[in-house]
């Protein structure tokens, strides 16, 4: 049956109504794990995956999703999704749950392939420094990559760079983890630190390097509830004793769990902050270590 | 070479000097492995097992290693491991990497199988109310609850339980992501829900449910930085313009990522707290909300 997106050149119809897609050994589900598992993506590649219920819903919400493949069960059961794909110009595929699971180990029964552009930071920097912005080192595990890109949604950062070395940030275990904030967010990766760190200091953001042996205490530069002004009119945060304004513009820096940050690294920061440890841990990870520094400055930055 | 001591029943030998194992395919990998995979443990089976370096180290250090296991590289990098497990009592076995990697693709070449006693709740209570403790219900995921532990461990509580439903806070998986913080405090699984709390409340402590709908904003009831005492003299926590007071003894109650908390558990709660999301994220996950529950009390109670 037609759909009025028509037929696509490879002879697969759009709409709901179309078969439904049974074949785990075809091409087209080794096209899509491909996708999904190659290790490093040409420059150009604009797509990216998106597995399971939850990332699919991000990526369709965000308008970006070229081929929404679910079974007819997520079909039934979200019915929304397939419009919007469809309205957004998308291809909607009905497919087994064996088809999906060949696909992905994680899809669940849903993924959408999207295309969704590389941000370059100039654009970013084009409307003025940037409120808060989280840029990652030599961040080699894509589950606390995701993570950190979750924490830096949920903290109103509107920009994680993932600096040369790290993991692709497009990935789809990264997306997964990041429960779809990947789509939230401007995310670039790639970006040599030394140049991002400049630029981003130019704008006019302070770089702030989170570091084990970091010279300022987090959690003593960190503004107090309630009442935001003190008596001599000051904002709190820029009343610590510590000599760190947490409510300006800042850039916060994440080394590898390991190593922690290079010299270079922390050679462009503007200061460095160390998380206290109370207990016996010898560090957090880093998703752990942006939720309380990001967490730290939307609170400075009475981002709410 | 015969060490101080002496043979095992099995026959291997206990010093550094013995033959290295290098059978992948034996009965004794087969026994490491089920350990590692073993879905249900027996209630009084108290072995865990520590994998990769980080686990293995803290293990050792709790002193708790029955049987250390390590490819030849390991014990001349780490001379310290394999003595401190023989002056505790411990056995150590070199063995191949293929064999450290048939028993766990997490070794690394290094794994430990440890006696490490579960935690009743008497025991804890025995002392008086604990400053700081983490329940989890129906916490699933291994990776999340390994961290979480770990924020627990930074945070400086000394207690973490997991309630009936959960995953097993003893299994590999769990402790590997604890980065060894498992070793740090005491973690209590399989353990009822309303006892729990229950217990807990009646030895002193207030029970704050983080919930993404609860009526407490996280942010507002942190303390301020430096000067700890206001104008009334006050403790900035109980000045707390929402009622809450982070400076008493406090158990937080997490629940699951995507259901959240119980009717139970609520009910069972003496306020509900959420933490603010100021971007697009839904919410955060169990162990980034328990790292910014943990050190909002962490920091309230003075703990440095």
């Known amino acids: 049956m037609s759909t009025p997106l028509g037929r696509r050149p490879d002879g697969l119809d759009a709409g709901v109504n179309e078969e439904v897609f049974a074949n785990p050994r075809s091409d087209r589900v080794k096209t899509v794990r491909n996708l999904i598992a190659r290790a490093g993506r040409m420059a150009d590649d604009r797509r990216v995956v998106a597995e399971g219920p939850q990332a699919v819903r991000e990526a369709v919400a965000a308008g970006c999703v070229g081929d929404l493949w679910l079974t007819p069960e997520w079909d039934d059961r979200e019915v929304g ?78 920009l994680a760079i993932f600096t040369v070395g790290c993991v692709d940030p497009r990935s789809a275990k990264v997306i997964r983890s990041s429960a779809g904030s990947f789509f939230h967010l401007a995310v670039a990766g790639g970006v040599p630190l030394d140049e991002t760190l400049v630029a981003l200091s130019a704008a006019g ?43 300006k513009p800042t850039v916060w820096l994440f080394g ?41 400055s939307a609170q400075a930055q009475g981002n709410r």
């Open 205 to 247: 953001c302070q770089i702030l390097a989170a570091d084990g042996a970091g010279r300022h205490d987090l959690l003593e530069s960190a503004p107090p509830f309630g009442d935001m002004t003190h008596d001599d009119g000051s904002s709190p945060s820029s009343a610590g004793g510590l000599g760190l304004d947490l409510s």
């Open 256 to 296: 590898n769990e390991a190593r922690g940050l290079s010299e270079e690294a922390m050679a462009l920061a503007d200061a460095s902050v160390r998380i206290p440890i109370f207990g016996r841990a010898e560090s957090l990870n880093v998703a752990m270590a942006a939720t309380l520094c990001l967490y730290a």
């Open 81 to 158: 999704l397939a419009f919007a794909v469809r309205d957004a110009g998308g291809y909607v595929h009905l497919a087994t749950r064996a088809v999906l699971d060949a696909m992905s180990a994680a899809a669940q029964g849903v993924l959408a392939i999207c295309t969704w552009p590389d941000v370059g930071l100039a654009q970013v920097l084009a409307d003025g420094p940037p409120d808060l912005v989280a840029v990652f080192e030599d961040a080699r595990d894509p589950g606390n990559a995701g993570s950190a890109i979750r924490a830096a949604d949920a903290a109103g950062a509107s």
